[in-house]
T-cell receptor
């Protein structure tokens, strides 16, 4: 158990809909990262938050957005869903940037199926 | 462009048959190289971080090494429970620690 929690575990929804994925980082970690894993693309970095502020963006679509709240949990919002958005979505957390705090610990993921 | 390539894509071993997985990388500057293990439908499980060429880390039957252009994950006398996908990732320096992953090596260890 990495200490990172994600809900829900599974999500099935229709095209055009909007969903919210939730992540709680390990106790004490300030950074939260979101990744998408699909069969053809592998694990792709989407976005990073550090202590409530957006720090880095990867291949994140404009239909997707995220935020990190004062209690450090994060939410990833996916809107106008398409079939191609079906994937595993992982959240990871890491420490405060000191030496040894670069390791990212991943949650169990949310499997999104768009029908 | 920062890139990670893992080989082989898949590897089948007999129990006790040692082997190595390769991760070659191209990155402008390396903050760290990471190895993860992923079981089907689960989140990646952190194994090792390597920061500089020549560094080695060990954990049970696994040993990770790093050179300036590649990393190896050596598996000594594997057991069926070592079957998983092994992922390599790099964190480019100056990139706020985002990870760039390779496609992984699917390892199957048969009794």
């Amino acid at each position: 158990d990495s200490g990172v929690t994600q809900t829900p575990k599974h999500l099935i929804t229709a095209t055009g809909q909007r969903v919210t994925l939730r992540c709680s980082p390990r106790s004490g970690d300030l950074s939260v990262y979101w990744y998408q894993q699909s069969l053809d693309q592998g694990l792709q970095f989407l976005i990073q938050y550090y202590n409530g502020e957006e720090r880095a963006k990867g291949n994140i679509l404009e239909r997707f957005s995220a935020q990190q709240f004062p209690d450090l949990h994060s939410e990833l919002n996916l809107s106008s869903l398409e079939l191609g958005d079906s994937a595993l979505y992982f959240c990871a957390s890491a420490g405060q940037g000191k030496v040894g705090d670069y390791e990212q610990y991943f949650g169990p993921g949310t499997r999104l199926t768009v029908t | 462009e920062d890139q990670v390539t893992q080989s082989p894509e898949a590897l089948r071993l007999q129990e006790g048959e040692s082997s190595s997985l390769n991760c070659s990388y191209t990155v402008s500057g390396l903050r760290g190289l990471f190895w993860y293990r992923q079981d089907p439908g689960k989140g990646p499980e952190f194994l090792f971080t390597l920061y500089s060429a020549g560094e080695e880390k060990e954990k049970e039957r696994l040993k990770a090494t790093l050179t300036k252009k590649e990393s190896f994950l050596h598996i000594t006398a594997p057991k069926p429970e070592d079957s998983a996908t092994y992922l390599c990732a790099v964190s480019p320096s100056g990139g706020y620690n985002k990870l760039i992953f390779g496609a992984g090596t699917r390892l199957a260890v048969h009794p």
